[in-house]
């Protein structure tokens, strides 16, 4: 089979959350739904000079010969998923991950090698809403109106190259926009707190009032309480307050561990959950009420 290796802007859009969508409304309808808002990507792919090179389940891979048209597209992506119309309560919206670099084009339009490998892992990173590309998209970004939405957000080592890369993410929303979650929660009331959030940390205690800025965790130093074990991410989470509901997301490579007063024990990766009367929170590793690293909460 014939292959030559050329550039792409690498992308994909994976549906967030369609493991529990299929858990909570069965396989026929949690497919259909899918279904539909993987053929409404697909049109925008297309409308943007992109080619769609496989479906993967809940996730559509694509290439473009530009990365503004990648970019572009992406945030079209997002916007067209905002004005859909609720399904069952539930309103989907993907993930996405773009990189751009050489790849190996065989014959039947399969793509594959480390730029593809690295868009892969972009979108692994993405949570429910985000673009995350890499900076060799930003480098390749012509358009005025596109690359003042890119921000760094982290750096990171990727086999075969030297230096870090730095992760950026697409800012496709208004800045007056809030950023609202439709990551389906484990069953848990969203009831409105009135009530602060009292967070517990090493015998420090911080409250946390309704309307509050985001409040972060993690090993880097700019966050708002750093988290000193070797196993959460530089920005590992942060719990941000939505209408008068307490919602802590995970951003961590390893994942957040959840444990609330009458639920079972939740594991969050690139997830959200609405918090509820106390319990107990450990980044990156499984729950231990004997660990240095726990954060304890209760309204």
Partial sequence: MD???????????DIAGSTRLYERLGDQTANQMISGAIKLAAGLI?????????HIGDEVMCRFSSADNAVKCACEIHELMEVQPIQHGIGLVFRI?????????REDGDIFGDAVNLAARMAGLAKARQIITTEFIKQRLTSLELLPKCREIDCTHVKGK???????????????????STII?????????????????????HELASGSQAYTFGRDISCDQMISSSLASRVHAKIECRRGKFVLIDESTNGTYLQMQNHKPIFLRREEVV???TGIVSFGEELNINSDFLLRFSF
Avoid: C
């Fill in 3 to 13: 292959k030559t290796q050329q550039n792409f802007a690498v992308m994909f859009a």
């Fill in 46 to 54: 297309k409308n943007n000079k992109g080619v769609i090179v496989k």
């Fill in 97 to 105: 991950g773009i990189n751009w670099g050489p790849a190996i084009l």
């Fill in 162 to 180: 030297v230096d870090a890369i730095s992760v950026i993410e697409v800012m496709w929303e208004p800045n007056d926009v809030t950023r609202m």
């Fill in 185 to 205: 929660s484990n069953n848990v009331s969203l009831t409105t707190n009135e009530k602060p959030l009292s967070l517990y940390y090493q015998h420090k205690k």
């Fill in 275 to 277: 918090l509820q009367g």
